[in-house]
Antibody, heavy 120, light 108 residues
Framework: EVQLVESGGGLVQPGGSLRLSCATS????????MNWVRQAPGKGLEWVAN????????WYVDSVKGRFTIFRDNVKNSVSLQMNSLRPEDTAVYYC?????????????WGQGTLVTVSS | EIVMTQSPATLSVSPGERATLSCRASQSLGSNLAWYQQRPGQAPRLLIFRASTRATGIPARFSGSGSGTEFTLTISSLQSEDSAVYYC??????????FGQGTRLDIK
């Protein structure tokens, strides 16, 4: 069974940092692109970042470029999101999501999410 | 950035009837369009990709159609468990991958 379990969320002050992790199991992790998608309270979905199978490509939404870094560990089967210079507008549930295999950049498995609250 | 616009914002339909949800893209996507269902308190679930291909385990009541800039998700024989927010997502041109704002479906 495919499983994705996020951790690391919490309350942080504006300007602070937080590192989210997503532990995976049940599939060949190194074969998949991985993503982070967030959802502000009561709002819609926003794709944040993704990373290629070998980590050689990383892409970000403009609003987090230069502040967030995605990385992965293909030995530990995990993907992480380092978030720096956090802003109140970064408050959201952050989901880890797996790309489908093949040419479709769609998300066929999701974690349960971890809540990040940026507030003083 | 490709902007995705969904309509209506809210839809209320009776059990057993059919719901039709729309998604429009600001530029042509070919068929690179997906639909997700998000029930309250849950993570999203992939329903449809490539505009009309059902994801694994998705019942045939869910069907997708369209290409270019206009897409439709149709849910037939509505059940109470179909109450959710539905999102479309484009993956034709990224970054960024973008979602519509969602359509809330209520089964009254």
């Amino acid at each position: 069974e495919v499983q994705l379990v996020e951790s690391g969320g919490g309350l942080v002050q504006p300007g602070g940092s937080l590192r989210l992790s997503c532990a995976t199991s049940g599939f060949t992790f190194r074969s998949y692109w991985m993503n982070w998608v967030r959802q502000a309270p009561g709002k819609g979905l926003e794709w944040v970042a993704n990373i290629k199978q070998d980590g050689s490509e990383k892409w970000y939404v403009d609003s987090v470029k230069g502040r967030f870094t995605i990385f992965r560990d293909n030995v530990k089967n995990s993907v992480s999101l380092q978030m720096n210079s956090l802003r109140p507008e970064d408050t959201a549930v952050y989901y880890c999501a797996r790309d489908q295999l093949g040419d479709d950049d769609t998300f066929d498995h999701w974690g349960q999410g971890t809540l990040v609250t940026v507030s003083s | 950035e490709i902007v995705m616009t969904q309509s209506p914002a809210t839809l209320s339909v009776s059990p057993g009837e059919r719901a039709t949800l729309s998604c429009r893209a600001s530029q042509s996507l070919g068929s690179n369009l997906a639909w997700y269902q998000q029930r309250p308190g849950q993570a999203p679930r992939l329903l449809i990709f490539r505009a009309s291909t059902r994801a694994t385990g998705i019942p045939a009541r869910f069907s997708g159609s369209g290409s270019g800039t206009e897409f439709t998700l149709t849910i037939s024989s509505l059940q109470s468990e179909d109450s959710a927010v539905y999102y479309c997502q484009q993956y034709y041109n990224w970054p960024p991958i973008t979602f519509g704002q969602g359509t809330r479906l209520d089964i009254k």
